[in-house]
Every structure is written in C-alpha cells, then in structure tokens.
C-alpha cells in the first residue's frame, strides 16, 4: 500500500514570496490533516478536511494560508505571503474517515523562509 | 499555552533497559491518548494509544499507562533496542468520532548498543 506522498520534499523561499504544498493522501482515506511542525515543536493542526469539504480550518492563518481539496482526493496548502516564522515542516496525513485514530502521515515539505 | 506537555526533551538508556518516556496534559476534555514515533527525514508514524476508560494498554514491547487523576500517561519500552532511537510524540484528542490530535514537544530517545 503506497503511503502519504508528498512534494516538494524541500523549498527555500524570501520572504514576501508565494509557496505551494502538495499531497497525495492513502488511497480510499476520507480524511486529510495539514500539520505544521516548527522545530523543536510538535505538529500543530493547521486544517482538516473530510472529503473535499473543511472540517476544521480556525488555526489557519488565513489572511495567508489557503488550502483545498477540490476533488476530494489530494491537496494542496498554499501560503502567500511568506514571513520568517512560516520556516517550519508541513506535514500532511490522512485517516481512513474521521474516526479513525491512526494518522498516516507523509514524510513532510520543509520549507525555509529567507 | 501548552495543554500536552513532554518535559524531557531527551532521553538515553541501554539497550536491553527499560525506556520510559512521560507525558502530562492539563486539558480534562482529552478522552483518547497516542503514542507517535519519528525518524529523522521521515513523518511521525503510529505508536499505540489508549482510551480514557483503560489505565492500560499493551501491545508487544510498548506498554502505555494511564493515571486520569493525575493527567498522566507514560510509555514504556522493553527491552530497548536501538532500533527504537527516534522522537517519540504524546498525543490528545477530545470529541468522540473525530482524531483532532494535539501534540506534546516530543523526547528524544537515544538506545545505546
């Protein structure tokens, strides 16, 4: 069974600067997790999808992350624009449906803003 | 404001040992509680977990004990192998049916052959 793919695996960006995050969830999982883990910190849920529709998004920044999951099946986390203290891992998991307490998680984007 | 607290950063012990690895929470809704265990370059992946009605579960080596009163939960390792070395992260979620998970600091384990 292929695991949570995610791209790219690094990006260096200025601040200022647009940036995309992409993910490809297991497949069949109803449930999808945008995790932020700034170092030397544990992941911090950002937004949770079921299916293509937002379950919980009120720690998203959102005056400058956005993120979808149009088709139900991957998603993509965009953040524009980037400040210093974006630097972090974006980590993305999936669940087989909202009950379920087994977060398969991707290998994660770790993202660096200059 | 911290509610799932991991309080040491990290932890060595010999292969063969017993590793223990704490957690405290302050949050009272928490009802479910995991362990989650990191490779360096690689995303955290599922440890074992306990509900609120067990003060106890096992699964092969991993042992995870919970004390509600006192909002604590410990996971024990044994024998250690250095396998094991990574981040081991505690875990809480509240709410029946949906996994919203907050994360501790995670420790360090370090086994040493």
């Known amino acids: 069974e292929a695991g949570v793919a995610q791209s790219p695996r690094y990006k260096i960006i200025e601040k200022r600067q647009s940036v995309a995050f992409w993910c490809n969830p297991i497949?069949?999982?109803?449930?999808l997790y945008w995790y932020q883990q700034i170092l030397g910190q544990g992941p911090k849920l950002l937004i949770q999808f079921q299916n293509n529709g937002v379950v919980d998004d009120s720690q998203l920044p959102k005056d400058r992350f956005s993120a979808e999951r149009l088709k139900g099946v991957d998603s993509t986390l965009k953040i524009q624009p980037a400040k210093l203290e974006d630097s972090a891992v974006y980590l993305c998991a999936s669940s087989r449906d909202r009950a379920s307490e087994k977060l398969f998680f991707g290998s994660g984007t770790q993202l660096s803003v200059l | 404001d911290q509610q799932v607290k991991q309080n040491s950063p990290s932890l060595s012990v010999q292969e063969g040992r017993i590793s223990i690895l704490n957690c405290d929470y302050t949050n009272s809704m928490f009802d479910y509680f995991l362990w989650y265990k990191k490779y360096p370059a690689e995303g955290p992946t599922f440890l074992i977990s306990?509900?609120?009605?067990?003060d106890k579960n096992e699964d092969g080596r991993f042992t995870v004990f919970l004390n509600k009163s006192a909002k604590h939960l410990s996971l024990h390792i044994v024998p250690s192998q250095p396998g094991d070395s990574a981040v081991y992260f505690c875990a809480a979620s509240s709410g029946a049916g949906s996994y919203q998970l907050t994360f501790g600091k995670g420790t360090k384990l370090s086994v040493i052959p």
């Open positions: 306990i509900s609120s009605i067990k």
């Open positions: 497949s069949g999982h109803a449930t």
